[in-house]
């Protein structure tokens, strides 16, 4: 089982980008994905996460509700985040988790809810 993180770099305050969160060894349709960020001296927060089942619900912090869109491709196994507008408070290491099944709506931000985690990846929102 693993999740591979991708897509990060620098980014302009009002561009955008797209994180990839590829899962292999498990169907991710099974499962609840979730992108979290950190920075240096903070705890790891929940940015948005896509809990399976038919159909699959979403969820965002709210500092990024508007602006980011979660969105899976079963087909590839992959889950996207894409960043719209983003503000230097979005700098960070990205991180992608999974745990088996739906999550509860208000576990989805704990940390500890997650059995697998991806590398990070950096995103660094700067002009």
């Known amino acids: 089982v693993q999740l591979q993180a991708s897509g990060g770099g620098l980014v302009q305050p009002g561009g955008s980008l797209r994180l990839s969160c590829v899962a292999s060894?498990?169907?991710?349709?099974?499962?609840?994905i979730a992108w979290f960020r950190q920075v240096p001296g903070k705890e790891r927060e929940g940015v948005s996460c896509v809990s399976s089942g038919t159909p699959s619900t979403s969820y965002y912090a709210d500092s990024v509700k508007g602006r980011f869109t979660i969105s899976s491709d079963n087909a590839k196994n992959t889950v996207y985040l894409q960043m719209n507008s983003p503000i230097p408070e979005d700098t960070a290491v990205y991180y992608c988790?999974?745990?088996?099944?739906?999550?509860?709506?208000?576990?989805?931000?704990?940390?500890?809810?997650?059995?697998?985690w991806g590398q990070g990846t950096l995103v660094t929102v700067s002009s």
């Open positions: 988790a999974a745990v088996e099944g739906p999550i509860h709506r208000s576990d989805w931000v704990l940390f500890g809810a997650y059995d697998e």
């Open positions: 060894g498990f169907p991710m349709d099974y499962f609840t």
